[in-house]
């Protein structure tokens, strides 16, 4: 049976469709126990955030800076929407992440022995109440996110 991996994934930024050399994405949700005399006793939910990073070759990281000079500089590319879209056999797994802000950091990464392409690292945040959804189910309840937009 065929599993899902890393080469079964699509990505779309926006509307930019890339290869990516590598990804991820994570949440950190502090949710934590609530403790009553050093007793657990309940829950209480914490905030949440998402980040994740990019790694481009430079023949889809030259995609980023058409994108970017059209923006008129990297911090100016509007915030954008990532699907991540895997499929093998009758497997599926859609990840959304909304909202995402992007910063270059390893900008260049050059090993004059060769042997390897060359790699850029554009770490992302996700701004959005929309947040995540994976295989169209949000991670935050709406109630969560009523009123903010």
Known sequence: MSRIGGKNFDIALGDLQVHVEACTLDITDNSAVAQTRGVPDGYVDGDVTASGEFEFDSMNFNLLIEAARTAGSFRQLSVFDTVFFGSAGDQELKVEAFGCRLKVSSLLSVDPKGGEKSKHKVP???????????????YLAASEIEGLS
């Open 124 to 138: 992302f945040d996700v701004t959005s109440p929309d947040f995540i959804h994976i295989n169209g189910v949000p």
